[in-house]
């Protein structure tokens, strides 16, 4: 059984910091491509960042990009996405996803269908 859990979310003041992991098991890890995507009350789900497998690839959405970093350790079956410089707009609840490759096209694994697996989520408030 394919599980992906999700944690380090917590209440930060804007401009603060935060590490959310998220831990595969059921899969093997090394063999997919990993996304992050969050929520925000009424809107939907939205990409935040992407990495593929070897990890030598990764993208972001405009709105993260040179606050965010996404990772994996693909020995420990998990994702990282490192979050700096906070903003009350990136209040959300964040997921992570997995699936298998089937494109080279970062937009692909931009949008939340191209995933088949997901996290639970964990809350992410930001308050200014």
């Known amino acids: 059984q394919v599980q992906l859990v999700e944690s380090g979310g917590d209440s930060v003041q804007a401009g603060g910091s935060l590490r959310l992991s998220c831990v595969a098991s059921?899969?093997?890890?090394?063999?997919?491509?990993m996304g992050w995507f969050r929520q925000a009350p009424g809107k939907e789900r939205e990409f935040v960042a992407t990495?593929?497998?070897?990890?030598?690839?990764?993208f972001y959405a405009d709105s993260v990009k040179g606050r965010f970093t996404v990772s994996r350790d693909n020995g420990k079956k998990t994702s990282y996405l490192e979050m700096n410089n906070l903003k009350p707009e990136d209040t959300a609840v964040y997921y992570c996803?997995?699936?298998?490759?089937?494109?080279?096209?970062?937009?692909?694994?931009?949008?939340?269908?191209?995933?088949?697996?997901w996290g639970q989520g964990t809350q992410v408030t930001v308050s200014s």
């Open positions: 996803a997995a699936t298998l490759p089937k494109s080279s096209d970062d937009n692909y694994y931009a949008r939340p269908l191209a995933y088949g697996y």
């Open positions: 059921g899969l093997s890890l090394s063999l997919f491509v």
């Open positions: 990495i593929r497998r070897s990890g030598d690839h990764k």
